[in-house]
């Protein structure tokens, strides 16, 4: 065998697990003048590439009480052009040269706003010049039916037994943190929003230094990184974002219970724990999360379990929802879970199995441009460290059963603990 | 030996930038021109009738594997149905040990038959090679079973049951249990077999060739004009929960299928709906969060699908308003910029679906189920260029005129 077969032989040993056609020093990181930083990763299997600008806002920004909703009314103004190009010519120039709008194209969450342009990358150029349009020179036309808009997806997230349920219960944990709020804003103060508002928002949150470029795709460095010097040098930061800690750990208040009566015949159970964002723990509490979802799915009286940690969500909160087979089972199912939760064990073959199924389900998200993109703009924000998409499979398998006891030791006693009984 | 496949090597196409429309500010961009072509499929024919295909695949340490069952033409869902549990029952215990393996499983109904996708780290390829070999080889589905395969009664989200209404009214189908299946079922088999990924191909072609595969096509579906005329013309308002706050929409018709000759013209029908609709109900009238139509197709039938959730003061507005819509496509000449629009983007969607080794196998394996010609991906991005407006303004006359519309409403609002 040759010096160079077993240097390869060596190589795809030690690095199988992780992506094999990527790795951390593929991502090149800059960041400009103004604050703006910028990561491209070149693929060049297809032309095609993904942008994605991601802002440090979310709803827990939103801050003050009765001006909820701000951060994700700001998200749909900014699908409603700007003072270049209109919604309509929007719609009609990126779809008709390739652009296609997905889950990603603009999300808000409670720390993160997420933009996504997904284009063949002759279109590069236009993607630059678009997002750095869309940091400073929003039309805001359009409010009153975005507004509109904005009423209907409220109506249709309560409407939902979950989402209504979680964020009551979401509510009922936070007393004095904006994290409290939900994404999209309560109702009344939806309806209260006004356009000076939201523009005010904007101005304060939609700046160079309060946001992360990630392009993913079939693209040259430099070429690349001379547009984007371009289009986004001249942009100042108009104001500083005030810091909202996500780190910060209120004490615990003690456990809090509530029951709820249903309006019909549905019962259901929402048991969670507050938790700090933080990237060393969050693997232990998915593995945690899976772990119990796996348990609950094989109960026979449970219908249907909810984990709220999926996804790679960050929160501040570890839940899971139960719709009981019967009304009847809810005791004896809280009485369960609890015991479940204060003696957790995880050893052996379950947690190999969760382990193997979490890695199995992170590798086949990241099949396009637009997914990768996402993650490095999500953890370069909440993280501050991009390289978290790269390590987080082998963080799984750092979720031993010493570090989960330590964890559940910690955060999931009863002081910290919330019960939500819909019955 | 693997070869490569026909069409490999022969497709090529390119995008340009005659299509650039300068608008506002944008007027200086610079774009340059792109070409693709399509990913090496690798395909082999085994002795006993099974056509394997394999796209290398190392973006992942993930071994992706694909079997199609195609069991007869028929667009019958209970068949569909009655397998899948089926199978799940029959084989849990072989399922169970392939799941300690975290491998992802899945099953998924086509026209006449499922597919299985299975995701596995390939440390525990042979664990899958062994559940196939084991599974696959021996499909025997002796009594009726519950339509779960656990026994329990799972909870049906309204969009789901909104879904079914619809599916029964435009295909007239109710649910039925296992005793559906045929008895010959075996006999009717076709098996066709994709994988992405790095894997020992001789261990794929040593279990693959021990499977049975006899083909026989019951062409039970000739003509889909016979289905839904029960329901057409009529709005089907369902009033089954009343806590929704809700109301669940479904707009659509029944379709020819990917075999006929206006499959890409019902494509482009569809793109220039679903842009429609978008704009005028949220965009310009704001009348709701999300509306969207596509178009499913299998083998001889296929449904466009207009799906959304809207607030139940505003349905009969929304209901209304796509009505008028439709009949607007219909009596008048279809915009060139929206027809443009539409074939441009679906041709880039086809960029995206072989940029995906995933979904161009699966692509792939669905249209050698259905017989369609081997060049039929080669021929697919130009195919859509050649269609011409009068061959979609004819669908929207024909096809998607009002008087074909079944229209089913989920609500709790009484007055809907």
Request: aromatic content about 10%; hydrophobic content about 40%; some cysteine.
């Amino acid at each position: 065998m040759s010096y160079q077969k077993i240097i390869f032989t060596l190589l795809c040993f030690t690095c199988q697990l992780v992506f094999p056609q990527i790795n951390p020093d593929d991502v090149r990181e800059s960041t400009l003048a103004n604050g703006l930083k910028v990561l491209i990763l070149e693929l060049h299997e297809f032309p095609l590439v993904a942008v994605n600008m991601s802002y440090n806002v979310g709803s827990v920004h939103d801050a003050q009480e009765g001006m909820t909703g701000l951060a994700h009314f700001m998200e749909h103004m900014s699908l409603r052009g700007t003072e270049s190009i209109s919604a309509k010519e929007l719609l009609d120039y990126y779809q008709k040269h390739g652009g296609v709008i997905t889950k990603r194209t603009a999300a808000t969450g409670k720390f993160l706003t997420s933009f996504n342009l997904s284009m063949p990358s002759n279109m590069i150029e236009f993607m630059i010049k678009f997002e750095a349009d869309r940091m400073k020179n929003l039309s805001f036309y359009g409010f009153d039916e975005e507004k509109k808009v904005i009423l209907s997806e409220s109506k249709i997230n309560e409407s939902n037994l979950f989402e209504k349920l979680h964020s009551g219960f979401v509510a009922r944990s936070f007393a004095d943190d904006p994290f409290r709020n939900p994404v999209i804003g309560w109702a009344n103060d939806i309806e209260k929003i006004t356009i000076e508002q939201v523009r005010s928002f904007y101005r304060k949150y939609y700046n160079p230094q309060n946001a992360v470029l990630c392009i993913v795709g079939d693209v040259e460095y430099e070429k690349t990184q001379e547009l984007i010097e371009k289009y986004f040098k001249d942009i100042q930061n108009d104001d500083t974002s005030d810091v909202y800690e996500v780190n910060k750990i209120c004490p615990f208040p003690g456990e809090i219970k509530n029951e709820i009566r249903s309006e019909g015949a549905e019962s259901a159970l929402e048991i969670g724990f507050r938790i700090p964002v933080d990237k060393d723990l969050q693997p232990v509490i998915d593995v945690v999360g899976a772990m119990l979802k796996n348990r609950l799915d094989r109960n026979e009286n449970v219908k249907k379990a909810v984990i709220n940690i999926s996804d790679l969500a960050v929160s501040k909160i570890f839940s899971f929802i139960i719709i009981p087979q019967d009304k009847k089972y809810i005791d004896t199912l809280e009485h369960w879970i609890c015991s479940e939760i204060e003696n957790l064990n995880a050893e052996g073959d379950e947690l190999k199995n969760i382990i193997a199924k979490m890695k199995t389900g992170y590798y086949r998200k990241f099949y396009t441009n637009e997914e990768i993109a996402y993650a490095l703009g999500k953890f370069s924000i909440i993280f501050n460290d991009w390289k978290y998409f790269f390590e987080y499979p082998e963080l799984i398998e750092k979720a031993t059963p010493a570090a989960i006891f330590e964890m559940s030791k910690k955060y999931f006693v009863k002081d910290n603990r919330n019960i939500l009984e819909l019955y | 030996m693997f070869r490569s496949g026909k069409s490999a090597l022969l497709f090529c196409a390119v995008l340009a930038n005659q299509l650039i429309a300068q608008i506002g500010g944008y007027n200086s961009l610079v774009v340059e021109e792109i070409t693709f072509g399509l990913p090496e499929i690798k395909t082999e024919l085994l002795d006993n009738g099974i056509k394997i295909f394999h796209v290398d695949d190392n973006s992942s340490p993930l071994i992706n594997i694909y079997i199609l069952l195609k069991y007869s033409s028929t667009s019958n869902s209970r068949i569909s149905k009655a397998i899948q549990y089926g199978f799940i029952k029959y084989h849990h215990a072989g399922i169970d040990s392939l799941q300690q393996t975290g491998a992802e499983i899945y099953s998924t109904p086509i026209e006449g038959g499922l597919l299985f996708t299975f995701s596995i780290l390939s440390e525990y390829s042979d664990v899958l090679l062994g559940f196939i070999e084991n599974s696959f080889s021996n499909i025997t589905i002796p009594e009726p079973l519950p339509l779960t395969p656990s026994g329990k009664k799972e909870p049906v989200q309204a969009s789901e049951l909104a879904d079914i209404e619809f599916d029964k009214r435009l295909f007239d189908d109710d649910s039925a249990t296992t005793a559906d299946i045929p008895k010959n079922i075996i006999d009717t088999l076709k098996i066709v077999v994709g994988i992405a990924g790095q894997i020992d191909l001789n261990l794929i072609k040593s279990v693959v060739g021990k499977l049975i595969n006899n083909i026989v096509f019951e062409n039970i579906i000739e003509n889909c004009e016979s289905y839904s005329k029960k329901y057409a013309g009529t709005q089907n308002k369902i009033k089954t929960i009343s806590r929704l706050k809700t109301d669940y929409l479904r707009m659509g018709y029944l379709v020819p299928g990917i075999c006929n000759d206006n499959y890409f013209a019902l494509l482009i029908a569809n793109e220039i709906l679903d842009r429609r609709l978008l704009y005028q109900l949220r965009m310009k009238k704001g009348l709701l969060y999300q509306i969207s139509s596509n178009y499913l197709w299998s083998e001889k039938i296929g449904k466009i699908l207009i799906s959304s959730k809207v607030d139940p003061d505003k349905t009969s507005e929304v209901t209304d308003s796509v009505n008028s819509l439709l009949t607007e496509l219909a009596e008048s000449t279809i915009d060139t910029k929206d027809f443009t629009i539409a074939k441009t983007k679906l041709q880039y969607d086809f960029l995206r679906l072989i940029s995906n080794v995933s979904l161009l196998l699966k692509e792939t394996m669905q249209f050698e189920a259905f017989d369609l010609p081997d060049d039929f991906i080669v021929e697919y991005f130009e195919r859509i260029e050649k269609t011409m407006v009068y061959e979609v303004q004819k669908i929207f006359k024909e096809n998607l005129n009002t008087n074909n519309l079944v229209t089913v409403i989920l609500s709790g609002n009484k007055s809907n």
